[in-house]
């Protein structure tokens, strides 16, 4: 494998990897609150739907963007309902979701442009476009650094840079503010908070809301980034991969941007290579293509015992009288 290679690779590894950070993060945000949140693929799923549709009617990408994001905070907005006010099952309102999502964007794709749930194709600037960043064509012809900042730093849209931004953004938020500290104390101990006059339902609920509003940018971006319009079930099970690299992550926003590269990076190299050649034996291509799934399962099954949720994950609180 050659320099220019590896740096296709990498670079479609980023592209790859934007929808999986952003939708780890989100989980981040719930779960740290002690909200489990398993209906991330749903939420994406909706807003890649209304982000393509309104990109399609009104011609901006912009505005799809914000489409995107109100649809999968909706999505949010009832979870936390049922989950947080009515007190339900987290898991069962999470697959709802899921279900709810699946089915109400191949209904009103139908009925809206009939064409069998997906959205017509968008182009201009019904799409985000490429941002060639200062100096990127100037330093390409320096050895090693001229093609890495060229090709794999610049030339994205602006949502990738939204999402790795994002990382340190949520470390300060977390661990430098006191509504971080109090979102992860929630999610431990809510008793504590609320005996310290902080409302636990508020704290939930702004955290459930953050993780539909960055639900809502993976989705576009996957309509109208990756992609040139929405089609059926374009997510593919990203948001469980997501929650997989949650917890690969333990919970911690500089290990999610270390385990969703890792996914993207294996489903890169899958599409570089559908028939892998080892010499001694050739990798089928279904197998990879499978290949990011096999590892959401592997690292399920292998670190799901050893990393610790929040204590109070998955428990709707229950004010003492």
């Known amino acids: 494998m050659d320099f220019?290679?590896?740096?296709?690779?990498l670079d479609s590894a980023v592209r790859l990897m934007t929808p999986l950070l952003?939708?780890?993060?989100?989980?981040?945000?719930?779960?740290?609150?002690g909200v489990f949140d398993i209906g991330l693929e749903g939420k994406m799923l909706m807003a890649a739907f209304a982000s393509a549709s309104v990109a399609y009617a009104t011609g901006s990408a912009w505005l799809g963007l914000l489409a995107g994001i109100a649809g999968a905070a909706t999505l949010a907005g009832l979870h936390g309902l049922a989950s947080i006010r009515f007190r339900g099952n987290q898991l069962i309102s999470g697959v709802a979701i899921n279900f709810l999502a699946s089915g109400l964007t191949v209904l009103l794709g139908q009925k809206t442009f009939g064409l069998g749930g997906r959205t017509p194709s968008l182009s201009g600037a019904a799409r985000f476009g490429e941002i060639t960043l200062p100096f990127a064509?100037?330093?390409r012809p320096l050895p090693v650094i001229g093609p890495v900042y060229a090709e794999l730093?610049?030339?994205?849209?602006?949502?990738?840079?939204?999402?790795?931004?994002m990382v340190p953004l949520t470390w300060w938020m977390l661990y430098r503010t006191r509504f971080g500290l109090r979102l992860r104390a929630v999610g431990e101990s809510p008793a504590s908070v609320d005996t310290a006059g902080v409302s636990v339902i508020r704290l939930r609920f702004a955290a459930v809301m953050i993780c539909?509003?960055?639900?809502?940018?993976?989705?576009?971006y996957l309509a109208t980034g990756i992609s040139a319009g929405f089609?059926?079930?374009m997510t593919a099970g990203r948001g469980f991969i997501a929650l997989a690299a949650l917890i690969f992550a333990k919970w911690r926003p500089w290990g999610a941007l270390g385990a969703t590269f890792l996914f993207g990076?294996?489903?890169?190299?899958?599409?570089r290579f559908p028939n892998l050649d080892l010499g001694v034996v050739t990798v089928p291509s279904m197998f990879m293509n499978a290949l990011p799934y096999i590892l959401t399962v592997v690292i399920l099954a292998g670190f799901v015992?050893?990393?610790?949720?929040?204590?109070?994950g998955g428990e709707p609180y229950v004010k003492e009288r």
């Open 22 to 33: 952003l939708a780890c993060l989100a989980g981040l945000y719930s779960e740290r609150a």
């Open 4 to 9: 220019a290679t590896l740096i296709q690779i």
């Open 212 to 220: 539909g509003v960055l639900c809502g940018i993976a989705g576009a």
């Open 265 to 271: 990076l294996m489903e890169a190299v899958a599409n």
């Open 137 to 139: 064509e100037s330093l």
């Open 153 to 165: 730093v610049s030339g994205h849209t602006i949502l990738v840079y939204v999402a790795f931004a």
């Open 305 to 312: 015992g050893r990393a610790i949720p929040p204590r109070a």
């Open 231 to 233: 089609v059926k079930e």
